[in-house]
């Protein structure tokens, strides 16, 4: 059954915090970290020991910075556990979350039956591949409820912390996470979107990437080795 959370917990003073894992992000992290600044959420960036002026830009631009071992899931943890809300976000560093955000996660989370959730999904720039890319994510999350980490998943930190943390793999801890959630709740898709570089996609291109990524939620859900996966994916 469900864990049950009383709807006067979610009312509109309800404290968000917004994790970002970063690592070499100078040139986007401010973007990122400008979008998820509105009333009652902290933001906090995680830095894995870039070697650029990410940590100063994420200050510059209203967040707490802490710093912890190259890792995204390492960096999630990390982040999570400094932080004191009702609610984890986890975002990253090269996406912006929309306009009204905080108030679209209140609203869901109003519900004592959901657990978490995430957002849509819209590349920049948006070419003709990308919005193939996005109709693919569109048909995924609504058949199979499955979104990416790129889709801002957030959920209730008492449920992260029953579950025991973000997961310390090597790769797809945000499908862990997502898993997490439905374990503990419905999970709600937001019609609102994450804007998202396609840099992944420009760099190694469309079809192979959507291949590669394809293959690795295969091995997620055959149970695969993660390091094996993660080798194989370059991670």
């Not at 009204?100 to 657990?115: C, E, K, Q, S």
């Not at 948006?126 to 957030?154: C, H, K, N, S």
């Not at 804007?195 to 990524?213: C, D, F, I, K, P």
Request: hydrophobic share 45%; charged share 25%.
């Amino acid at each position: 059954m469900p864990r049950s959370v009383p709807v006067s917990c979610y009312r509109a003073g309800v404290r968000i915090a917004v994790v970002i894992p970063a690592l070499d992000e100078a040139r986007r992290i401010a973007r990122a970290v400008e979008s998820a600044r509105e009333p009652g959420v902290d933001v906090v960036v995680v830095d894995g020991g870039s070697r650029d002026a990410t940590p100063d830009r994420a200050r510059a631009a209203g967040a707490r910075v802490i710093s912890t071992a190259r890792g995204r899931a390492s960096q999630l943890e990390a982040g999570r556990r400094v932080v004191d809300a009702d609610v984890v976000l986890f975002l990253h560093a090269d996406s912006r979350l929309p306009q009204g955000f905080a108030r679209a996660v209140r609203r869901a989370l109003a519900d004592p039956a959901a657990a978490g959730g995430a957002f849509g999904l819209r590349f920049e720039p948006r070419t003709f591949g990308m919005r193939w890319i996005e109709w693919g994510v569109r048909v995924r999350t609504a058949l199979f409820g499955l979104p990416y980490g790129d889709q801002a998943p957030f959920l209730r930190s008492k449920v992260l912390e029953e579950a025991g943390g973000v997961p310390q793999v090597p790769i797809m801890e945000d499908l862990d996470l997502v898993r997490t959630i439905r374990r503990a709740g419905r999970l709600v898709l937001l019609p609102l979107a994450v804007e998202t570089s396609a840099r992944r996609y420009r760099q190694g291109g469309v079809l192979r990437t959507w291949a590669r990524n394809t293959l690795a939620l295969a091995a997620w859900r055959l149970g695969l080795d993660r390091a094996r996966v993660a080798a194989w994916y370059g991670r």
